[in-house]
């Protein structure tokens, strides 16, 4: 009965930060403020305040990650309605995508190396380029944390979304669908709220890129270890 009553109530106040958090996001529309990140170090300041173990957060945290299974599948939602799009320009979303992913695991792995990062550092880092439920469910399958991967993440597509418009100017991509697959394959959901930013082409290729983005991620996620010999 006692956990089953913690249990309800960290997810309500979780569900209540994230919320919270994410009306905070929408008002004033800045990277900084992305509803993950916020969230996160929010519970973590709560449990460190209160001296409360992550053990007792994981009787009812565990259930918020179960919803990470048809958050994953939910994914292919966006993809059925953006169909028409996706099948009219095929060829340059997907090597897009592909180049975009293939550059994010690199990155990645080189970031790692260079800092001398330990083996579950590195499995954390490298699905940094996919949308957060993905990422975290690649991390865990991988042996990462996936707690730090969230931050990664969010790293990933701050740098994105805030850096992201002057490369593409300095790489002189001007088109629309160009910018889209570049936003959303490198930076996913942040990436994808700056990309509305250029007009609804660039908005709807950035959400097909995001979606394609974490699904080949997690259909190559298994393998990443037997590629770098992790």
């Not at 916020?38 to 053990?55: E, Q, R, S």
């Amino acid at each position: 009965m006692a956990q089953t009553l913690i249990a309800i109530i960290i997810i309500t106040l979780t569900v209540i930060i994230y919320l919270a958090m994410n009306r905070l996001y929408i008002r004033f529309s800045s990277p900084l403020l992305s509803p993950i990140l916020t969230t996160v170090l929010i519970i973590i300041g709560f449990l460190v305040c209160f001296h409360i173990p992550y053990n007792t957060y994981l009787i009812g945290g565990k259930w918020i990650n179960f919803l990470l299974g048809p958050a994953v599948v939910a994914l292919a939602y966006p993809l059925y309605n953006q169909r028409k799009m996706l099948m009219k320009h095929l060829a340059p979303i997907i090597t897009g995508v592909c180049i975009g992913l293939f550059v994010g695991i690199i990155s990645g792995s080189i970031l790692a190396f260079v800092f001398g990062l330990h083996k579950d550092m590195i499995l954390s880092l490298l699905p940094k380029s996919l949308t957060t439920p993905i990422a975290m469910e690649v991390s865990d399958q991988l042996g990462g944390i996936p707690a730090i991967t969230v931050v990664f993440v969010v790293i990933a597509g701050f740098v994105g979304a805030v850096l992201g418009p002057s490369f593409l100017k300095w790489s002189r991509i001007n088109s629309d669908m160009g910018k889209g697959i570049a936003l959303g394959s490198a930076s996913h959901a942040l990436g994808t709220s700056k990309a509305s930013e250029y007009g609804e082409l660039s908005f709807s290729m950035s959400s097909i890129s995001m979606a394609l983005t974490a699904i080949l991620g997690a259909i190559i996620g298994s393998f990443i270890p037997f590629f770098f010999h992790i």
